[in-house]
């Protein structure tokens, strides 16, 4: 059974930081593309990194060099460290492997 359990959200200060963790059980994460996405109410959910099966990342514009994703293929985890975060990434953010599996998602909010 596919399963992706996403931890890590939680509430933090602007210039803060984050690391979000996916649990990945069900396929291997070198199976799959892997991603990171995120939705705020009202809006539509929209793509914030990407990992290949190969080890390649890529960024949505409004993160890069800010955010960093990576996989740990040993323990079949996938992360998303943010860093500088401001209001605008406040939103519930998605684990996604491959285009059919979801995570229930975790939620991040920035505020002073």
């Known amino acids: 059974q596919v399963q992706l359990v996403e931890s890590g959200g939680g509430s933090v200060q602007p210039g803060e930081s984050l690391k979000l963790a996916c649990a990945v059980s069900g396929f291997a994460l070198s199976d799959y593309v892997m991603g990171w996405y995120r939705q705020t109410p009202g809006k539509e959910r929209e793509w914030v990194a990407g990992?290949?099966?190969?080890?390649?990342?890529n960024y949505a514009d409004f993160v890069k060099g800010r955010f960093t994703i990576s996989g740990d293929n040993a323990r079949n985890m996938l992360y998303l460290q943010m860093n500088s975060l401001n209001p605008e990434d406040t939103a519930v953010y998605y684990c996604?492997?491959?285009?059919?599996?979801w995570g229930q998602g975790t939620r991040v909010t920035v505020s002073s």
């Open positions: 996604r492997g491959g285009r059919q599996y």
């Open positions: 990992l290949t099966t190969v080890g390649n990342t």
